[in-house]
């Protein structure tokens, strides 16, 4: 069956293009700082936000149209298998992810479940066969369904968190099944709605023996993917334990597994901790820690999880300066976390929002190489820091001070000239760089 009759594959046809259903500044094939576009971005399609999102809100119930929702059970996900291949055969990614319960439903028991995931991800294996498309990375729901209102790893009660250890143990196993590149823990609820009854030591240490659990499961079945922690500060509960990178990186250190996990950065979590994309792209980045993208971005006047497809291209290039400078993303990628609008109904809405964030991240891929190929930023920093390449800033670099000699050397001076941080100047120069990339 056709699930998406009225497009076919999506093509490079550049800037000026008016065609809703081809990419203007993407072109897979394009070689930027010696490798092609493809393998820099590698853009993987979120499974639960393309095919089983409904698009209802808090106020009104699903608008999205879909031609596989005329099923039920298996054979709703079984379509919505077909349904996804043909997507991403037209679309031409490389990638995609899913949760486990996205895939396939749950059932009244977790063996029932597991013979559910069983169907589907043979379904899945075989059409894999016949396609380019790989899988990025999978991870277990352990939020969704009313067994985890109090968490999953950091539940107060054992069971959940032995039901948990066991969705993810499958988890796993799908994804060595499966070939996957990375595997995500996201912690949905794995925070406290308020400290009056929390256990915040033995939560966070069961959360952290869970992590090695999984870590040693792993080596078990010779699964050597990358492990990826997504940090959200928020929503649903009150306060989430992988607050942010940095928090999540003291986590991870507090807890011996620095080496083992790095992080999927989502943009819109980003924001909701009250920092930019870049500022968690970099802390990660300079830690040896950027794994991941989950590409999306928050609408400015509203203060939770929106999951917008991200058209900020200004956003776009401070994103791929930070991933350049990474050297890539390894097994990781630009995954679409990112949702159509609820008024963004059709099916044939789906194309066009992944083919605004494959432009989107193109163009700032484009400008981010030209801004690292001219040492733009590089230049600005080396200035502004001058002073610690020698003398007295040299030998506090080199830790060859200390507050005894720091103190001659400040009684010693007569007068300390600081230079212009220049913001309004480098802000125009990236717009310059930015409006002047496609200019032929």
């Known amino acids: 069956m056709t699930y998406f009759k009225t497009v076919n594959k999506v093509n490079y046809e550049g800037a000026a293009s008016t065609n809703p259903y081809a990419f203007k500044f993407y072109n897979p094939e394009e070689v930027v700082g010696g490798k092609t576009m493809e393998e820099i971005l590698r853009f993987g399609v979120a499974y639960w936000h393309t095919f089983t999102e409904d698009l209802s809100d808090p106020f009104g119930t699903g608008t999205a149209i879909r031609p596989w929702n005329q099923y039920k059970g298996l054979d709703l996900a079984k379509a919505r298998v077909e349904a ?5 055969e037209k679309l031409n990614v490389p990638y995609f992810c899913f949760h486990d319960v996205d895939i396939a439903p749950e059932g009244d028991t977790l063996k029932e479940t597991n013979a559910n995931l069983d169907t589907i991800v043979a379904m899945i294996k075989n059409y894999m066969k016949d396609s380019k498309v790989k899988l990025l990375w999978n991870t277990a729901n352990n939020f969704s369904h009313p067994r985890f209102v109090h968490g999953a790893a950091s539940s107060n009660h054992a069971d959940v968190f032995a039901y948990a250890a066991a969705k993810v143990k499958k988890g796993l196993e799908v994804g060595k099944e499966l070939g996957a590149e990375s595997y995500v823990f996201w912690g949905g609820r794995e925070g406290y709605e308020t400290l009056l009854n929390t256990d915040m030591k033995l939560e966070m240490d069961n959360l ?35 607050f942010d990178v940095a928090s999540g990186y003291a986590f991870l250190q507090r807890y011996g597994l620095q080496d083992d996990f790095k992080f999927n950065i989502e943009a819109n979590h980003a924001t909701l901790a009250g920092h930019t994309f870049e500022h968690e792209l970099r802390y990660a980045r300079i830690h040896g820690m950027l794994g991941s993208v989950d590409a999306n971005q928050g609408h400015p006047l509203l203060g939770w999880d929106t999951d917008e497809f991200p058209t900020d291209i200004y956003s776009n290039v401070l994103a791929m300066y930070e991933i350049l400078k990474n050297n890539g993303l390894g097994n990781g990628g630009l995954n679409f976390d990112a949702k159509v609008r609820r008024g963004s109904f059709t099916p044939e809405d789906l ?15 484009k400008v981010a190489q030209r801004l690292i190929d001219d040492k733009v930023l590089e230049n600005i920093v080396d200035d502004r820091y001058e002073s610690y390449r020698s003398g007295i800033g040299l030998d506090i670099v080199e830790g060859k001070t200390d507050f005894h000699q720091l103190e001659k050397h400040a009684l010693e001076l007569t007068d300390i000239t600081n230079k212009s941080g220049k913001l309004e100047q480098i802000k125009a120069t990236i717009n310059q760089y930015l409006l002047t990339t496609f200019v032929k």
């Open 84 to 88: 996804a291949f043909e997507f991403f």
């Open 208 to 242: 952290g023996r869970f992590f090695h659990m999984a870590v040693d499961y792993s080596k078990e079945i010779g699964f050597d993917a990358q492990f990826l922690i997504e940090p959200k500060p928020k929503e649903p509960t009150t306060h989430q334990y992988d």
């Open 351 to 365: 194309f066009r929002a992944h083919i605004a964030g494959m432009d989107g991240f193109a163009v700032g891929l």
